[in-house]
């Protein structure tokens, strides 16, 4: 399975829009465009297909636990 069939599923999955995923994205620090994103879900034999790097794949799961969960909340010691 492709990093470009993984996005697709999770697209669908959680029915994200491609403005939601460049949110998503932004979250990680990560930042793309609409055209560049619309070339990773087309078909491979499209002529502007692009495949989908780790890159690409491991921002948007990482921006994605910060969408679904929030951001990771430090905990303070208690002092002894």
Not at 18 to 27: M, R
Not at 30 to 37: A, D, I, N, V, Y
Not at 39 to 61: G, M, V, Y
């Amino acid at each position: 399975m492709s990093n470009n069939d993984i996005m697709k599923k999770l697209r669908v999955a959680l029915q994200l829009r491609d403005d939601q995923i460049i949110e998503i994205l932004k979250l990680a620090n990560f930042r793309t465009t609409k055209t560049e994103l619309s070339a990773i879900f087309r078909s491979e034999d499209h002529p502007n297909f692009q495949p989908c790097k780790d890159q690409l794949l491991r921002n948007f799961l990482n921006g994605l636990v910060l969408h679904l969960r929030g951001p990771k909340v430090e905990k303070t010691q208690k002092p002894e």
